[in-house]
């Protein structure tokens, strides 16, 4: 396979080394690396299978599968539902149903595969939530030492699936921020693998396979939007690369706009993109219900950004409360059970239906990204209902 | 398509009708009913779908789909690993890796289709956990309204589950014992549609499918033992029922030796099965941390007790602290993470290994019927970890 790695705001261009992560010139923040193919050189058939593991694009997967099972990653659900949010048909794509449950297993199976195929023994991340599960699930059970490094604040729920898979968790009594900061600083130090996706270019190899499976699932018919949710901005560039990378191959004939939703609450990587080329990164302070994609210091905001400029999309906020509204419509509409984060989305499309700012005969897909199983404790206020004595229950339906 | 309902206890032949779910001589506990096709009449060819829905299996499925969606049930993965507990090949089919993140989604799907196909316009269970949160979100969205009586005392998180599916949900003051001969006598007064699979023949037809699809996804090769973690006793049956139907049909030359486990602390299927035949329900005071197959009053024990038997099969018991090492031990290893009922067979291979039972070069499949995100509060026992200051940290690594 041929690839090389550029980057993202000087274009230089770089030969993949097992150790190169970022722009010599541009740093970690502004030099994130984009993979790119020899398009020309890749001739593809509309012969995929809907249900496939992401390997079967192995022509834009820079990686092999090393590990000791075929965790079957991809080929999650498409739903289409008639008549949902007034659409003629509106697609949903759920990544709850994956392997450690969230769309971050797209990402961890390249960064594991990777990781043993260069020959490491220890990958590591900083994260509290759905990347370090993933990490630590997919990762369990092969040759690879995993370390986490996550706040001490970490819900003791979280911090038990991360020591259940066996993963070395380093609790840090500090902020998010500087435990991303310290591991990276470690990581480096140490010479492990790093898996984080606003650093390590190969994992918006596995996130854009969404986008992918998007056109496969809908018989490569293109759809006028996509909506993801956004908080560090690494899975919405992937899903536009994912978009992009197919219409290059000539196998769909356009891209659809990509929409990202953030929460009023934390709503930076919109902010940027709003003040302007050229982009330039801020630090907010954050504090949305929506956990997943509730970050201040968006590491891949320069990516998302240009990626989804590059596809005549834009921003938009909905406040915390549609959140938790979509996450419980989406579940009474459509049985689809999910986190904040993955509901966000929806919020978004039911914000601009509202304000005519979207057509029933628009074709709009959503991605989900994580199963409701994750944060039940965000619906737990409806859970203020009566009980009945046996007696009362028999005079009520007897 | 061609079927009739047969008493397990007595033999006696009915008519499939709307109403019909017991023997009228039997009652319900001893006269559950077996769906008995013509098998004759019925010619399959082994190119079915590894990864394809409940619904390909169309000749042996009494119900087509009416949902508004195709929810995609079925198709899980069945894993393979070289070595695990000693095994030249242990595999493991995991269904927590479902639409609602268990293996209750198979059968939920047929009562739901079932009861929109025969024009109910109210379908209802009692159930604390997976059948109930099963049925809330396969049924929603469609035009069936869902009751679901619980005792009050569910866990919260739980309760958000089903409210957030829109189930009408009544919490009463009383034992799941109590609560689940209520909910009957109400269900049949009002005339709902019943999802319960030990009253329900249909349900099973769902519950069997797991068994077709290990075989299919084995390239039909027969396993020596498949072991499944034993509650009520359905699962259990409909796996047996799965595996003697595709034998039935020539698909297979031989069925597996199916072995039920169950937790010592709640394991009144293997007393009833122990005590011989005829086989003769008790109830027992149970209280197992696999909340799961926590059953006292095993409301399809005949039929199990038969199944079983008839597969060559029997029941074995393992400690409480062997389901959570379990639950442990296969994330640390595979990256399955499963509830705790979920991982109890694994911890019955685990067992018999260490008892010499099972040899190196036997064929073993495990059943892993929930995900571990339904129970994270059953490993939190595990997150005794220290924590580190941000200096610490840099002393430790740097």
Avoid at 15 to 28: L, N, Q, S, V
Avoid at 68 to 80: E, F, R, V
Avoid at 253 to 272: L, N
Avoid at 300 to 318: H, L, N, P, R, W
Wanted: proline share 4%.
């Amino acid at each position: 396979m041929s690839y090389f790695l550029r980057c993202i705001s000087c274009g230089e261009e770089y030969e993949p080394t097992e150790t190169r992560y970022t722009c010599d010139h541009c740093g970690d923040l502004y030099g994130t690396l984009e993979v790119i193919y020899d398009y020309k050189k890749i001739k593809l058939e509309k012969n995929f299978e809907p249900k496939g593991s992401i390997f079967q694009f192995k022509e834009l997967i820079p990686a092999t599968s090393h590990t000791a099972i075929d965790h079957s990653i991809g080929g999650t659900p498409l739903y289409k539902f008639k008549g949902l949010l007034g659409f003629e048909e509106l697609m949903i794509k759920f990544d709850g149903i994956s392997f450690s449950s969230s769309y971050k297993d797209r990402a961890s199976i390249i960064a594991v595969n990777k990781a043993i195929e260069l020959g490491f023994d220890t990958i590591y991340c900083a994260s509290t939530g759905n990347a370090a599960s993933s990490l630590a699930l997919t990762a369990a059970g092969t040759s690879l030492r995993t370390v986490i490094f996550v706040p001490s604040t970490i819900p003791k729920g979280k911090l038990a699936q991360l020591l259940v898979a066996g993963a070395e968790v380093i609790p840090i009594n500090s902020t998010y921020d500087e435990v991303f900061d310290l591991s990276l600083k470690i990581g480096r130090e140490k010479g492990w693998y790093c898996r984080h996706s606003a650093i390590n270019p190969y994992l918006l190899e596995g996130k854009k396979t969404g986008a992918y499976e998007i056109l496969i699932q809908n018989d490569y018919k293109v759809p006028d939007y996509c909506f993801v949710g956004v908080g560090d901005g690494t899975v919405i560039s992937g899903i536009c690369k994912g978009f992009k990378e197919f219409y290059e191959l000539g196998l769909v004939d356009r891209i659809p706009k990509v929409i990202g939703v953030q929460s009023e609450k934390a709503a930076t990587v919109k902010h940027v993109f709003d003040n302007g080329k050229p982009y330039t990164p801020i630090i907010e302070t954050v504090n949305s219900v929506a956990d997943s994609i509730s970050v201040g210091n968006p590491r891949d905001v320069i990516k998302a950004c240009k990626y989804v400029e590059s596809t005549g999309g834009y921003f938009i906020t909905v406040r915390d409360e549609e959140i938790i509204h979509s996450v419980k419509e989406m579940a009474r509409l459509t049985g689809i059970f999910s986190e904040p984060a993955g509901a966000t989305p929806y919020a978004g499309v039911n914000k601009m239906v509202e304000a005519g700012q979207l057509k029933e005969t628009d074709s709009v897909c959503i991605v989900v990204t994580g199963n409701g199983l994750k944060d039940t404790d965000a619906v737990r206020s409806s859970t203020e209902v009566k009980t009945y004595d046996i007696d009362e229950v028999k005079a009520l339906f007897l």
